[in-house]
């Protein structure tokens, strides 16, 4: 029997089929596919080489009720998407936090033999996925890893959230202009122009990436002092674009400030196909079980 994995990301969704092989058929706008699943769905199943499928695994970016099946967009203009109910048309569904579907595929498909992992995206928000001693950690109602809401600054700076100073104020892609302004009182258009000038020499675009760098080590610090990771793989396009000045840097900051060894911190293996992967291991019931075929 075959199975449909589906990672709606903030900009685009990756639909996935897997039958002994496991391919990602489809990518397409969130925005698009969100406004008719089905329909987007039936089309890319349409060529009836996938007909047996049985099972579906669904990753989201952003917050989800898991007994409801409902998801809420952050970046899209929809308010509430019922994402369980169409996707029970092919099968039983599974819904999986994405950073926690992340860490399920880097440990199952990526390349780090550990059994302590943990996965952090910074993109336009920060998040973490989490295996402690070999076993997946879901939390209470599958929301586990929301550290970008972990206080770290001191700046009195607003979050998305509602909260103060949190590490996603300061360091996701979409902050980062606002910490460039509070840091240097110069102006930048995005996180990427940021990168761009630093690269050039820019002082004030150097001096943001430092202040980034310093609020990156002390949070990665506070995740290692609490789950003690053998391995830190970091995902996300600010992450998966600029490895060279968001890891190496933040090295000595983490280990000066850790009561426990230091772990290796790299790139993710699997890239932007980390959370459809994990979803994909998650369909071969993983972790609990599996067939280990696909
Ligand atoms: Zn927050």
Not at 67 to 76: A, M
Request: charged share 25%; glycine share 12%.
């Amino acid at each position: 029997m075959a199975f449909l994995c589906v990672d709606i990301g903030g900009t685009n969704t990756l639909i996935g089929v897997g039958n002994g092989d496991f391919e990602i058929v489809k990518e397409v706008k969130s925005q698009e596919f969100l406004e008719d699943m089905g329909a987007c769905l039936e089309k890319t199943l349409s060529n009836g080489k996938i007909n047996d499928i049985d099972r579906v695994a669904v990753a989201a970016a952003g917050p989800l009720d898991r007994d409801r099946g409902v998801f809420y967009p952050p970046n899209i203009d929809l308010e509430e998407v019922q994402i369980k109910r169409p996707l029970e048309a092919f099968g039983d569904v599974r819904i999986v936090n994405d950073c926690t579907a992340a860490v399920l595929g880097e440990y199952y498909y990526g390349d780090h033999s550990v059994d302590n992992l943990l996965y952090v995206t910074i993109s336009s928000g920060i998040g973490a996925g989490l295996i402690v001693d070999g076993n997946l950690v879901e939390g209470w109602n599958g929301n586990f890893g929301e550290v970008g809401h972990m206080q770290v600054g001191e700046d009195s700076r607003d979050c998305g959230c509602g909260g103060e100073d949190h590490w996603e104020a300061y360091c996701s892609g979409n902050s980062l202009p606002r910490t460039a302004e509070k840091t240097t009182g110069e102006d930048f258009r995005d996180a990427r122009q940021v990168f761009e000038k630093a690269g050039n020499g820019d002082k004030a675009a150097e001096k943001t990436l430092e202040r980034m760098n310093e609020i990156n080590a002390k949070a990665f610090a506070n995740l290692v002092n609490l789950y003690n990771p053998e391995k830190i793989v970091l995902g996300g396009a600010v992450a998966l674009n600029h490895p060279e000045e968001v890891i190496e840097p933040i090295l000595p900051g983490i280990k000066e400030q850790i009561a426990n060894e230091a772990p290796e911190v790299e790139k993710c293996t699997l890239e932007e196909e980390a959370v459809l992967h994990g979803l994909r291991a998650a369909c071969n019931g993983k972790p609990d079980s599996g067939c280990g075929c696909c």
